[in-house]
């Protein structure tokens, strides 16, 4: 069975800090993890996706994630948060790039001027 | 290139009423998925098709749901008779294959509202 946890439904962080979005899955089996992310009125774009090769990705606009199997986690980063970062962001898993997705409940983000 | 379309953007209906949404995948994508968003819950899998057959519909609520794809092209999704509880955005998705380099498009979504 496959699952996604984000803590926190709503972030708020100033601009220029650190913007941390969390991610845990439960997956049967070697999962594929992906973040994706929706600016208002538009659909969903992919950030960033983890396929088993390097464990650290690094996603458009500065962001990056990590996988850490042991913690079977796969947290969002980027290093300074800038207005435009504001959005909605979702982590899925899928047991099979391409195929169905398992959502998370999203993190709505807020970048404070 | 067009990304994937979904038409409408949004729709207010009354409960007990039809109402048909479209989406039209990637030109060249066999593979077209239906995904819903209640409010504040998660992202939910309703279907996947490959080209004109329905590969998994595990995910339909039910049979007030019917999904079409007629000639492998752009895909319906009947919401008969709509109930309160079918509120949500309807999101679709298109990918050319499966596989670990592929990469699966949303399109906008549709947010429907039932009253």
């Known amino acids: 069975a496959q699952s996604v946890t984000q803590l926190g439904s709503h972030v708020s962080v100033s601009e220029g800090a650190l913007v941390l979005l969390r991610c845990n899955y439960s997956?049967?089996?070697?999962?594929?993890l992906f973040w994706y992310v929706q600016y208002p009125n538009q659909g969903l774009q992919l950030l960033l996706k983890y396929t088993s090769a390097a464990t650290l990705v690094k996603g458009i606009n500065g962001f990056e994630a990590e996988f850490k199997k042991s913690e079977t986690s796969f947290h969002l980063t980027k290093p300074s948060a800038h207005m435009s970062d504001a959005a909605e962001y979702f982590c899925a898993v899928s047991p099979i790039t391409g195929n169905q997705f398992y959502f998370g409940t999203g993190t709505s983000l807020t970048v404070i001027p | 290139e067009a990304g994937v379309t979904q038409f409408p953007s949004h729709s207010v209906i009354e409960k007990g009423q039809t109402v048909t949404l479209r989406c039209d995948p990637i030109?060249?994508?066999?593979?077209l998925y239906w995904y819903r968003r209640v409010m504040g819950k998660e992202i939910k899998f309703l279907l996947h098709?490959?080209?004109?057959?329905?590969?998994?519909e595990s995910g339909m609520p039910n049979n007030r749901f019917l999904a079409e794809r007629t000639g492998g092209t752009y895909s319906t999704l009947k919401v008969q008779p709509a109930e309160l509880e079918d509120s949500g955005v309807y999101f679709c998705?298109?990918?050319?294959?499966?596989?670990?380099?592929?990469?699966?498009?949303f399109g906008q979504g549709t947010r429907l509202t039932v009253v």
């Open positions: 997956s049967s089996v070697p999962p594929y």
């Open positions: 098709f490959v080209k004109e057959s329905k590969q998994d």
């Open positions: 030109s060249g994508h066999d593979n």
């Open positions: 998705a298109s990918s050319q294959d499966l596989g670990q380099n592929t990469e699966a498009f």
